[in-house]
C-alpha cells in the first residue's frame, strides 16, 4: 500500500525527463521500423533507445515519489541501463566494420544478463524491500519498513547489485575506449581528419561517439559529487537531452526536406533504382571521389564519374540529386573547397591560384566564389584566420 506521506516531485527535471521518455520510444520506432531494422545499426540503436526511455522511466518514477504505486519496478532497468554500452559500441562497430554475428552480439549481452540473474532475488522480493530500497537511496525521512531477509541474501552472488554504479561506470568507460580505437583506425585507413570527416558513416560515429563520451562524464561527475547515490535526475535530463540531439541529427539528414518538386518529378521517373541501390551507389561514389581525390580534376564530369563505377551519368546524377540533396557540380564544390582549407593552412606560401589549381579550379575568380559561396569568407581571409 502506497504510504500518504511520500512525497511527490513534478519539476524541470521531472517534465524533461517525461519528455525524452516519448521521445526516445517514439524515436525507436523509425530505427527499428519495416524496412530500417534491415541494418544493423538501426537495430543497435533503436534497442540502445528503448533501453535508455526505460531507464529513464525508473527514474522519472523513483525522482517523483510515484513509485509507491508501483513499487515492484523499483531498480527494474539497472540491467537495461548495463545495455547501454554494448549496444552503443555494436552500433559504432556496425557503421565501421558492417554486418555484426550473433556470437559477437551474445558475447557483449554476457555481463548484463549475469548481473540479471543476480539480482533476480532482489527483483521478485516484497514490495516492503522495495520501498525500503528507494527510501535509503533518496535519503527521504520517512519510516522504514520492517522486513526480515532469507539467508541466501549474504551469498556474494546476490549482491551484485550493491555495487551497480562502479559496474555501470566501468562498462561506460570499456565501451567509449573500444569504439574510440575503432574510430581512430577508420580514421587513419581512410586518411581522414577526426575535426572534418567527410564518409558519411564516419560522420554519424563520430557524433555518436561524443554524445556518449559527455553522457559518460556526467554520470561520472554527478557520481562523484553524490556519492548516496543520488543526483540521477540530472542523469536523466541529460539523457533526454542527447536523445534529442539525435532526433535532431536523423531530421538533419532525413530525405524529408529535399523533397522532388512535382514539376521535376518525371525526371528520373523511368529509374528502377532500390533505395539500397542508392545507398550502394551513393556510398561508392563517396568512397572513389575521396580516395582518389577525382574531384582535384578540372574535367571531372559525370560521364567519367560514371565511367569509374560502371553505370550511367543518368544514375549517377539521380543518386547524387536524391541521396546528397545537391547537384553535381555543387556536390564536387563542396569537395574541392574542404581540400583547399586544407591546402590554404598547410602551405602558407602557395598562392591562391595555386591551390586553386591543385583542387580542380581553372581560375582564381571561380575559386573565389565558391569558397566564399560555402565558408562565408575568401581564402585569403581563411588563411589569416
Not at 184 to 207: G, H, I, S, V
Not at 327 to 353: A, D, M
Amino acid at each position: 500500500m502506497a504510504d500518504t506521506n511520500a512525497p511527490v516531485t513534478l519539476d524541470f527535471y521531472a517534465v524533461f525527463t517525461l519528455l525524452g521518455i516519448v521521445q526516445a520510444l517514439f524515436l525507436s520506432l523509425f530505427f527499428l521500423g519495416a524496412g530500417n531494422r534491415e541494418k544493423p545499426f538501426n537495430v543497435f540503436q533503436g534497442w540502445m533507445l528503448i533501453c535508455m526511455a526505460l531507464s529513464l522511466v525508473e527514474i522519472f518514477l523513483l525522482y517523483t515519489g510515484y513509485i509507491v504505486r508501483v513499487l515492484y519496478l523499483v531498480d527494474f532497468s539497472e540491467t537495461l541501463s548495463l545495455l547501454i554500452a554494448p549496444l552503443f559500441f555494436l552500433s559504432v562497430k556496425s557503421l565501421l566494420k558492417g554486418k555484426i554475428g550473433k556470437n559477437e552480439v551474445a558475447a557483449h549481452l554476457a555481463i548484463p544478463v549475469l548481473y540479471l540473474l543476480s539480482s533476480l532475488p532482489y527483483l521478485l522480493s516484497s514490495e516492503d524491500v522495495k520501498f525500503n530500497a528507494w527510501i535509503v537511496s533518496y535519503q527521504l525521512n520517512i519510516p522504514l519498513r520492517e522486513i526480515d531477509l532469507p539467508w541466501w541474501w549474504s551469498m556474494p552472488f546476490f549482491r551484485l547489485t550493491l555495487f551497480h554504479t562502479n559496474i555501470l561506470v566501468a562498462f561506460f568507460c570499456l565501451y567509449f575506449l573500444m569504439a574510440a580505437g575503432l574510430l581512430a583506425e577508420a580514421f587513419k585507413n581512410r586518411n581522414e581528419r577526426l575535426l572534418a570527416p567527410k564518409t558519411q558513416a564516419l560522420k554519424t560515429a563520430r557524433a555518436s561517439a561524443i554524445q556518449f563520451l559527455a553522457l559518460l562524464l556526467i554520470v561520472i561527475i554527478v557520481k562523484l559529487l553524490n556519492p548516496n547515490d543520488t543526483g540521477d535526475q540530472i542523469i536523466a535530463t541529460c539523457i533526454s537531452m542527447s536523445v534529442y540531439i539525435t532526433s535532431f541529427i536523423v531530421v538533419k539528414n532525413s530525405g524529408f526536406f529535399r523533397q522532388v518538386p512535382l514539376t521535376e518529378e518525371g525526371k528520373y521517373k523511368r529509374s528502377n533504382l532500390s533505395a539500397d541501390d542508392k545507398t550502394r551507389i551513393a556510398d561508392l561514389l563517396s568512397r572513389i571521389v575521396e580516395e582518389r581525390k577525382l574531384f582535384a580534376s578540372a574535367d571531372i564530369s559525370l560521364a567519367k564519374l560514371a565511367a569509374e563505377i560502371r553505370t550511367t551519368p543518368h544514375v549517377v546524377s539521380q543518386v547524387i540529386n536524391e541521396q546528397f540533396g545537391k547537384g553535381f557540380f555543387e556536390w564536387i564544390g563542396e569537395y574541392r573547397i574542404e581540400e583547399s582549407k586544407v591546402l590554404l593552412k598547410q602551405y602558407p606560401n602557395y598562392k591562391i591560384e595555386e591551390i586553386a589549381d591543385r583542387v580542380g579550379y581553372s581560375s582564381k575568380s571561380s575559386f573565389n566564389t565558391s569558397f566564399k559561396k560555402i565558408t562565408g569568407m575568401t581564402p585569403s581571409q581563411y588563411r589569416q584566420c
